[in-house]
């Protein structure tokens, strides 16, 4: 390796950090340090090809966090599903399209891992990050007696929507792959959408916290 590629870990880390979570970025770096990087081509809006994608560290964090983050946001839509006495139909509503675009959200970042030849890892399992309906919020949500869901719900959503854009903002900002910051901005439009239909809505992010 040159002493100008050993230089590029350093150089990221301090790059993005203020923009991506900082156990996330610091693993994603860590794992892809050795992998040699290519100049980015200017973004599509195009769908994510099949064809090979090259990952640098940011793109690979941000896809490591944002499919938890994504399957903890559905896991949560579907207990509500059980409680229908718990939501209002508009509100079911609204949770119904979030769970379309989550999933196919996640049917594309999974793609671009295996373009990019890079295994998906929960590497933040067990982890309280931001934004993240963890198991034992959902253990909480669970057991509230049905007055309290809607709020409690709600406020998780919130928490969770608010801080992928964050990430999104992030990964566009010190991404590599044009796939995968393309995806981030088409994301981010997707949660803008979707925090605007929450509008209104019982539950503000501070329940997010209870």
Same mark, same amino acid.
């Given at each position: 390796? +040159? ?14 950090? /203020? ?5 996330? @970025?610091? /693993?994603?770096?860590?794992? $892809? ?6 100049? %980015? ?12 994608? @090259? ?9 490591? &966090?944002? @499919?938890?983050? #994504?399957?903890?946001? &559905?896991?949560?839509?579907? =207990?509500?599903? +059980?409680? !229908? ?16 675009? =989550? ?9 671009? &891992?295996?373009?990019? $030849? /890079?295994?998906?890892? $929960?590497? =933040? ?13 959902? *253990? ?5 007696? #049905?007055?309290?869901? !809607?709020?409690?719900?709600?406020? @998780? ?6 801080? +992928?854009?964050? &990430?999104?903002?992030?990964?566009? $900002? *010190? ?6 910051? %393309?995806? %981030?901005?088409?994301?981010? %439009? +997707?949660? *803008? *959408? ?14 997010? #916290? =209870?």
């Amino acid at each position: 390796m +040159t002493g100008s590629a050993s230089k590029a870990p350093a150089w990221r880390i301090a790059g993005v950090a /203020v923009t991506l979570v900082a156990t996330t @970025l610091a /693993v994603g770096l860590t794992r $892809n340090a050795s992998r040699t990087e290519q100049p %980015a081509a200017p973004a599509s809006s195009a769908p994510a090809p099949a064809a090979s994608v @090259l990952l640098n560290g940011t793109d690979d964090a941000f896809i490591q &966090l944002l @499919l938890p983050m #994504d399957e903890g946001a &559905l896991a949560l839509i579907d =207990h509500l599903d +059980t409680r !229908p006495s718990a939501t209002d139909p508009a509100l079911r509503a609204v949770l119904g399209d979030i769970r379309t675009a =989550h999933r196919a959200e996640a049917s594309e970042l999974r793609r671009l &891992l295996a373009a990019g $030849n /890079v295994p998906e890892q $929960n590497i =933040h399992e067990g982890h309280q990050m931001p934004g993240m309906v963890t198991d034992d919020r959902l *253990a909480e949500l669970r057991t509230a007696p #049905d007055s309290e869901v !809607p709020s409690r719900a709600v406020g @998780l959503l919130r928490a969770h929507l608010e801080q +992928t854009v964050v &990430l999104c903002r992030g990964e566009q $900002n *010190a991404g590599g792959s044009p796939e995968v910051r %393309a995806l %981030a901005g088409r994301i981010q %439009a +997707t949660r *803008a *959408a979707e925090l605007s239909a929450l509008a209104g809505r019982s539950g503000a992010a501070d329940d997010a #916290d =209870h």
